[in-house]
């Protein structure tokens, strides 16, 4: 392997490593809304990844992290399955529409773009995918009125939040990521 590839994959391997000891100090810290959603910041690796080494990175750094999470989850993998799908829908499209237009403006139209589209599509992915795993006996309005009313905000309130820590944090890191 050449020396830009085992760069490239080191790099995603430190990204993955660092968004991993987050996942679990936020699983620790059990900062949760309604029960399952859990407000932690393991997705600033994956997200800085995505914009540092494009957004098949970012989402390569969710795999990885959510892989190493099964070993210690007790969700029976829909957790893991439902943060990989949803975040990992977050990183690509930052990802993707950074690399249109690297620069600052391009990088904040990318992390608005994540907002909109991530919850819109952890809307559906929950409805259809997540909820019937996890609440199989659920009916049909209750699991509705859990994603509107519940699960859709929280995701649009997490990406915003990711959004301004990686505004503050990216430009500082950046230069690291690019040596």
Do not use: W
């Amino acid at each position: 392997m050449n020396r830009k590839k085992t760069n490239y994959y080191t790099k995603i391997g430190v990204l993955s490593a660092i968004a991993f000891i987050l996942q679990v100090i936020g699983s620790i810290m059990q900062l949760k809304v309604a029960g399952f959603l859990e407000i932690e910041f393991s997705d600033l690796p994956a997200i800085i990844g995505a914009l540092a080494l494009g957004p098949l990175a970012g989402v390569l750094i969710e795999f990885i992290k959510n892989f190493l999470h099964l070993t210690i989850s007790s969700t029976g993998f829909v957790g893991e399955l439902a943060n990989f799908v949803i975040n990992g829908i977050f990183v690509f499209t930052v990802g993707l529409v950074y690399a249109k237009n690297k620069t600052k403006k391009g990088a904040i139209l990318a992390l608005i773009s994540g907002c909109i589209i991530m919850p819109v599509a952890a809307a559906f992915a929950n409805f259809f995918i997540m909820l019937p795993l996890y609440m199989p006996s659920a009916e049909f309005s209750a699991k509705l009125s859990l994603v509107l009313t519940t699960i859709t905000p929280f995701n649009f309130v997490r990406g915003a939040c990711l959004a301004i820590i990686t505004i503050l944090c990216y430009k500082s890191l950046s230069p690291i990521l690019h040596k």
